[in-house]
């Protein structure tokens, strides 16, 4: 994934849901969960998206 690339609202959506499934999975507290959301929806660019998740483990079912 380009880093520089312009986000899609698919890959916005994407990065929501797992972020959905790390505060399900209690590796995100709510409050944290709500600030990355919010940044999530707000990114112009793959690369913000990446940083949102770079902590998360790869699978999360």
């Given amino acids: 994934m380009a880093d520089g690339v312009r986000a899609s609202d698919v890959e916005r ?25 919010v940044a999530a929806y707000a990114a112009t660019t793959r690369g913000e998206l990446t940083a949102l ?5 790869g699978h999360l079912w």
């Fill in 13 to 37: 959506n994407l990065t929501v849901e797992r972020l959905d499934r790390a505060m399900e999975h209690g590796r995100l507290t709510v409050a944290e969960y709500d600030e990355r959301v």
């Fill in 53 to 57: 998740t770079k902590d998360l483990p």
